[in-house]
T-cell receptor, first 116, second 111 residues
Framework: GAVVSQHPSWVICKSGTSVKIECRSLDFQATTMFWYRQFPKQSLMLMAT?????????EQGVEKDKFLINHASLTLSTLTVTSAHPEDSSFYICSASSRGSNYGYTFGSGTRLTVV | GQQLNQSPQSMFIQEGEDVSMNCTSS?????WLWYKQDPGEGPVLLIA?????ELTSNGRLTAQFGITRKDSFLNISASIPSDVGIYFC???????????FGKGTKLTVNP
């Protein structure tokens, strides 16, 4: 089945530093990757949509200069949280889709970011 | 942004009981997906529905795509402790690749 690998699973960083999160589709080519943020006891909030080789499309209210997304290949997308602040602490989850046979959206295992 | 109306918000049941949860919307959806999320993990796809009226099973789980295309339900039969988690419905509307999520149903199963 479709597998999406997300790393790291957790990270602690100091305020002002940048953190990169990777999302890889292991056994399929992802035409589109999505990045979500999830606060405790809440649903997933879409941050941005990225297609391979093109600029990401950010949702309203999401700062594109703060959350840099790179989708360099059909199997890899990265989210970089720049100049992190404590309020950026959250659970970040990626998802990948391919307009293939199952047309399902497969999620990564998430990254718990804590900014101290 | 848009969100699906998912209910109930939480459920506390005894092991062996059946469970039912549903999602509704004022808009039509072309695809309904049901996910389960364990603490500290990403959502895992349980069932995908692509056609109005479709009824699909996955083990003890059964889900249906409402005939009006505005709702879906998920049933879990003979619940077991490992069914504990948060269940999310998600939908896709025509022409959009962005999933719309429900707020989730937190399921607690007492042994």
């Amino acid at each position: 089945g479709a597998v999406v690998s997300q790393h790291p699973s957790w990270v602690i960083c100091k305020s002002g530093t940048s953190v990169k999160i990777e999302c890889r589709s292991l056994d399929f080519q992802a035409t589109t990757m999505f990045w979500y943020r999830q606060f405790p006891k809440q649903s997933l909030m879409l941050m941005a949509t990225s297609n391979e080789g093109s600029k990401a499309t950010y949702e309203q209210g999401v700062e594109k200069d703060k959350f840099l997304i790179n989708h360099a290949s059909l199997t890899l997308s990265t989210l970089t949280v720049t100049s992190a602040h404590p309020e950026d602490s959250s659970f970040y989850i990626c998802s990948a889709s391919s307009r293939g046979s199952n047309y399902g959206y497969t999620f990564g295992s998430g990254t718990r970011l804590t900014v101290v | 942004g848009q969100q699906l109306n998912q209910s109930p918000q939480s459920m506390f049941i005894q092991e062996g009981e059946d469970v039912s949860m549903n999602c509704t919307s004022s808009s039509i959806f072309n695809t309904w997906l049901w996910y389960k999320q364990d603490p500290g993990e990403g959502p895992v796809l349980l069932i995908a529905l692509y056609k109005a009226g479709e009824l699909t099973s996955n083990g003890r789980l059964t889900a249906q795509f409402g005939i009006t295309r505005k709702d879906s339900f998920l049933n879990i039969s003979a619940s077991i402790p490992s069914d504990v988690g948060i269940y999310f419905c998600a939908g896709l509307q025509g022409g959009s690749e962005k999933l719309v999520f429900g707020k989730g149903t937190k399921l607690t199963v007492n042994p």
